[in-house]
């Protein structure tokens, strides 16, 4: 079955950078697009990035553009968020997600991983 | 703000019917573009509701039901049951915004 696993998630002070990973398996994962989602707590669900299956294109939110990269290595089935100057707002749940292109939809979603950015 | 609103929360009694709106722009529902619906229990992932409007995956019971019209969509709920208490989100696609896609603020539905 689809699955997705995200890592990397953890305490960071502001300022410093963080790079999370989605492991996927269960589906050829070179022929998907794939997003990040975030959730600050207590709020709702907030689009971060896309993909492209072979990652010749790549979209970010404008809250997040210039900060965080999003990449991927189909050869290890991996997802990768680079946050970089991380702020208190960037606090959140990550989310990796498959993207149905022709929608424009979310099917899958992995657990979350939790990034706290504190002093 | 979110692109797309919807109510904080909504509630209905076991087995009554509720509906959660969501409302959009001409950049978004109203261009045309399809609203998708995702449930979020208690502490887990958004799990995909309704896709494509009105389509639902496989394992989601029929008492979960969309609709679309015009800049709006609605997601309706019958037979509620106590294990439907949720956040409940619309998304769509946003052409005002690069591969944008938005999501509603989420509704809590709560059962009585």
């Known amino acids: 079955q689809v699955q997705l696993v995200e890592s990397g998630g953890g305490v960071v002070q502001p300022g410093r950078s963080l790079r999370l990973s989605c492991a996927a398996s269960?589906?050829?994962?070179?022929?998907?697009?794939m997003h990040w989602v975030r959730q600050a707590p207590g709020k709702g669900l907030e689009w971060v990035a896309i993909?492209?299956?072979?990652?010749?294109?790549?979209y970010y939110a404008d809250s997040v553009r210039g900060r965080f990269t999003i990449s991927r290595d189909n050869s290890k089935n991996t997802l990768y968020l680079q946050m970089n100057s991380l702020r208190a707002e960037d606090t959140a749940v990550y989310y990796c997600?498959?993207?149905?292109?022709?929608?424009?939809?979310?099917?899958?979603w992995g657990q979350g991983t939790l990034v706290t950015v504190s002093s | 703000q979110s692109v797309l609103t919807q109510p904080p929360s909504v509630s209905g009694a076991p087995g009554q019917r509720v509906t959660i709106s969501c409302t959009g722009s001409?950049?978004?529902?109203?261009?045309?573009?399809?609203v998708h619906w995702y449930q979020q229990l208690p502490g887990t992932a958004p799990k995909l509701l309704i896709y494509?409007?009105?389509n639902r995956p496989s394992g989601v019971p029929d008492r979960f039901s969309g609709s679309k019209s015009g800049t709006s969509a609605s997601l309706a709920i019958s037979g509620l049951q106590t294990e439907d208490e949720a956040d409940y989100y619309c998304?769509?696609?946003?052409?005002?915004?690069?591969?944008?896609?938005?999501f509603g603020g989420g509704t809590k539905l709560t059962v009585l």
């Open positions: 997600a498959r993207d149905i292109r022709d929608g424009y939809y979310f099917d899958c």
């Open positions: 269960g589906f050829t994962f070179s022929s998907y697009g």
């Open positions: 993909i492209w299956y072979d990652g010749t294109n790549k």
């Open positions: 001409s950049s978004n529902i109203g261009a045309g573009y399809d």
């Open positions: 494509g409007n009105n």
């Open positions: 998304q769509s696609f946003d052409s005002s915004l690069s591969a944008s896609r938005v």
